[in-house]
């Protein structure tokens, strides 16, 4: 992998973590698109070839027929039933073309057909809870808790809880425990863990627009007249000048736009115009661009199942809001969409991302990064507070607005989990801490997704179930590792493996510090309390890893008060 140009041996060490997770990343949202460009022969061959390595358990020869970098990520994104179904689909010819896309205002028909499988009117994560506490509180009402688990089972994402349950005494066919529950079946359950809702939000609202060429514009100071070449016109009366490209994203693009007002019909005749003519405001914005072709071809070619889903993180974004919003989290401002995409409206933050400060100034004072964590502990706490995991949380995943604050954004692997102060692993009250309800991990979503540098070791080694919220803390370690060294805690290999992590996974992690700090390639020194802190957020084991509340107890934290409490 190519490093950057010059810079410390840490912000070198970053720019390489930066490479691995973008193509990692790339290679879980693209595998479809990566084996695309082989030809037919070609994909056929590397996935016969994959599949038997598989079956004989050999890694050591790598996969043939493209790129070493492309082959690795397929083979590491492509487990073997993926690989069957993908070798199915090849042999039995070319796929029937996809019928004609969404017409103009038909937004919510095409997103409610897109979540149709996860729908339902139960509360999913409330009946969870409820049936987790009965049983943590020995509640031995058979008729109330099969009622429970009858409704828990209705749902697609549950279907794995009905062996367990008919083992400890449901039953089935009168949809009760006539005899009660027998004991140990809270512990199995929380072993195995509960399923995750796919789509727990409602559709995001999404107003019509209509995107025009060659509009003129009022703009600067002096007022002159200027064309824009894109300009989105909404049903409410907005209008947003689409000025440049920021970023490609898998379903489209990230424009820079401007807010425009549009200048009634008198005041444009003024100007000398005789149809529209907008004025420029001084708010800029973010607009995510979700072409529905490329949207579509992507479901496709996932099958349905995404790690990572545009409409949800809209959705999220939108059941922020009608919780009262969150601090330190990007708003969601407007959705529109017309034929061919829809437009989500973001407030533009100019500073990038917290993964661009270390790379630009390597490890930062512990008072700065002490800054930073605050206002991200802020917004998680909250986020937390109304049931989401965040699920993919990371410095590339933090903007840095105009007055320097941490930013939250990305919200499509989101979680829906509700805390409790019950501990199911250990059959206790957490005190001022909170919990999940514990999540069966899944291979993809949820579970092993995201950036693998910030994957919690329960996500990338699953052997069972895993506290959400937990692992939203370890990722928070992670970033604070690195905002305190300006470099990654191991080499950015795949995830948590290697003899770095070993060290953090001994409860070493001060000797994994001294060591960086008299290697060859130093990183700064770190304070005592700060070694501490971080060997506390990365706990391997989730059960003993501290928790948010923990955290703003620490000394550390305390000893940084004026500047996690900063605006």
Known sequence: LRLMEGGSPGQQRVARQRSDDERFARALAESGDALGQLTLDERISLLEAELARRRAADDTQPPLACSPEDAEAIRRVLDADEAEAELSRLRSGPRAPSPPGPTVNDMANWYGAHIAPAATHEDSEALVLELWELLARNNTDGPRLGNVATRLLGMPWHQHLLAPLEAHGYDASSG?????????LLQELTHIGAGANPMPYAAPTVQDCQLLVDQRVLSGPGHRVVVFDRV?????????ALLRNLERAIYGRVRYGVELERVPAEAARAHGADGILWRATE?????????????????ASHH???????FKETAVMEYIASQGGAPCVLPLLATYGDDQAVYVVLPFCPNGDLFGVVERHGALQEATAATYMGQLVRGLERLHAMGLMHHDISLENTLVDAHSRAIIIDFGMAVKAIPTATDFFDGH???????????????????????????????????????AFAADVWALG??????????????????PEGAAYNHVKDGNLHGLLLAYENGPNPIPRVSENAKDLLQRLLTVDPRQRMTLPELKAHPWWQEHAQFVNAA
Not at 176 to 182: D, E, I, K, Q
Not at 232 to 240: E, H, N, Q, S, V
Not at 304 to 310: R, T
Request: aromatic content about 12%.
């Open 232 to 240: 989105l016109a909404t049903a409410d009366g907005k209008g947003y």
């Open 176 to 184: 009760s425990f006539p005899r009660g529950p027998a004991p140990g």
């Open 429 to 467: 009250h957490a005190g001022g801490s909170y919990h999940a309800v514990p999540l069966a991990a899944r291979q993809n979503w949820p579970g092993k997704c995201g950036k693998p540098m910030y994957m919690a070791p329960e996500l990338w080694y699953p052997q069972g179930s895993f506290d």
């Open 304 to 310: 349905g199942h995404l790690n990572e889903d545009p």
């Open 283 to 299: 708010r800029q914005v973010a607009v995510k661009c979700i072409e529905r072709a490329a949207l579509e071809q992507f479901i």
């Open 478 to 495: 992670i970033m604070l590792f690195m905002l305190l060294t300006g470099a990654p805690p191991w080499e950015p290999t795949w995830g």
